[in-house]
């Protein structure tokens, strides 16, 4: 049985193509220290990284209608972009695998709860933009991750099916976001350990892109 190459890459933002998990938990802090509320890791971890923001301030505030909190929403934005330096190592290995996508004719999408300015501002601030074929935003879709939509709209956009498709998710929203489509999804430690990483749906976890599991899996 011949496998089907791997020409396809959907990349997960946030924790995934830069570590930015710190600043988006203080920025959310800062907005809750007016109520005297916080949130400590855990919760992070496990209501908060890779949910829309809708999702979030459900959780947060519940029974708060959305025209309460979005503008509080657009706020902690704004207070995570403002903490963004004007240059951000991106994680280890990426330019490896944009090159390899490069070399084979791929084609790659940021797929992201993010709004369009943060994820815009991020990859700007990585050296990475202009270096992706799409950029799928959740929040402007019908339904964002944890359902698979915006991974099927990716590859619907690149013109490429699952079986072509590897994904990178640092979240259990996103792996089972990118599971769910059926696309291939490598687990990225960081913010969860591998036991989250792999209940949530992953088939393997790596640390970054130099990952030896991920090399053997695409054959660059």
């Known amino acids: 049985m011949v496998n089907t ?8 933002l946030d ?8 600043l988006h938990h203080a920025a959310f802090n800062t907005i809750l220290s007016r109520w005297n509320r916080s949130v400590d890791v855990e919760y992070y971890k496990t209501h908060i990284m ?14 708060m209608p959305p025209s309460e909190y979005q503008p509080l929403a657009e706020e902690k934005e704004q207070l995570f972009r403002s903490q963004l ?8 290995g990426i330019e490896r695998l944009l090159d390899h996508i490069a070399r084979i004719g791929g084609r790659s999408a940021v797929v992201t709860n993010a709004p369009r300015a943060n994820a815009e501002l991020m990859l700007k601030a990585t050296g990475l933009a202009g270096r992706f ?32 498709a590897v994904a990178f998710e640092d979240s259990s929203s996103g792996v089972k ?8 999804t490598f687990g990225m430690l960081g913010g969860l350990d591998e036991a989250r990483l ?11 892109f130099n990952g030896q599991a991920l090399w053997d899996k695409i054959g660059g």
């Open 15 to 22: 924790g995934t193509l830069m570590d930015s998990d710190a």
């Open 85 to 92: 330096d004007q240059q951000v190592a991106p994680t280890p």
């Open 177 to 184: 976001a990118a599971s769910s489509a059926q696309v291939w």
């Open 133 to 164: 074929d799409t950029l799928v935003i959740g929040d402007e879709l019908e339904r964002a991750k944890p359902d698979p939509l915006p991974y099927l709209t990716a590859l619907q956009l690149l013109g490429g099916t699952p079986g072509q």
């Open 198 to 208: 792999r209940a949530a749906g992953a088939h393997a976890v790596i640390r970054d």
């Open 5 to 12: 190459p791997i020409t396809h890459f959907l990349f997960d």
């Open 50 to 63: 890779g949910a829309s923001n809708a999702m979030i301030f459900n959780h947060l505030f519940p029974g």
